[in-house]
T-cell receptor, first 115, second 109 residues
């Protein structure tokens, strides 16, 4: 199957700092990537849909100024958590699909801990 | 609204068979996916159903009934490594994936 690589796998940062997470599709071009957040023992929560060359589409309740998404190329999307706070600590996962109705391939996920 | 229901947790014995159910109510339907997610890891794809019936893939099978809004994932010859959460996801009319909360499967020796 297709490969999606996410980096870093885990990060610890101080409250008030910003953290950037990268998501790359290694063997296919992804015009659309998806960013999810998952709290312990809960399901995946879609945060935003990242569109190459245009603005991301954010889900209701997700602050676009806090979670900056950039999809600069067909193989790279980045999520920047700005001015992170402890409540932003979570597991962040990106995914991409080859076509609209095919399975989603996931990156390895990033465990963010804000102290 | 859109809704997907799965049992929160199930327990089964190594070597046995377990069936994980998923019911859904979505705006349109373009297929149903099952994913496996081990703790602390990202989900991995298991199966895809878009037509009614049973899809078999090794020890795992997935069934779909569109008229009933119902699917199940059947795991045979359970192994300890099958202990994980199993996520049901439906692709709606806009091809957006709607995720269930997941079923935590505990395998006992």
């Amino acid at each position: 199957g297709a490969v999606v690589s996410q980096h870093p796998s885990w990060v610890i940062c101080k409250s008030g700092t910003s953290v950037k997470i990268e998501c790359r599709s290694l063997d296919f071009q992804a015009t659309t990537m998806f960013w999810y957040r998952q709290f312990p023992k809960q399901s995946l929560m879609l945060m935003a849909t990242s569109n190459e060359g245009s603005k991301a589409t954010y889900e209701q309740g997700v602050e676009k100024d806090k979670f900056l998404i950039n999809h600069a190329s067909l193989t790279l999307s980045t999520l920047t958590v700005t001015s992170a706070h402890p409540e932003d600590s979570s597991f962040y996962i990106c995914s991409a699909r080859l076509r609209e109705n095919t399975e989603a391939f996931f990156g390895q996920g990033t465990r963010l801990t804000v102290v | 609204g859109q809704n997907i229901d799965q049992p929160t947790e199930m327990t089964a014995t190594e070597g046995a068979i377990v069936q994980i159910n998923c019911t859904y109510q979505t705006s349109g339907f373009n297929g149903l996916f099952w994913y496996q997610q081990h703790a602390g890891e990202a989900p991995t794809f298991l199966s895809y159903n878009v037509l009614d019936g049973l899809e078999e893939k090794g020890r795992f099978s997935s069934f779909l009934s569109r008229s009933k809004g119902y699917s199940y994932l059947l795991l045979k010859e359970l192994q300890m490594k099958d202990s994980a959460s199993y996520l049901c996801a439906v692709s709606d009319s806009n091809y957006q994936l709607i995720w269930g909360a997941g079923t935590k499967l505990i395998i006992k020796p």
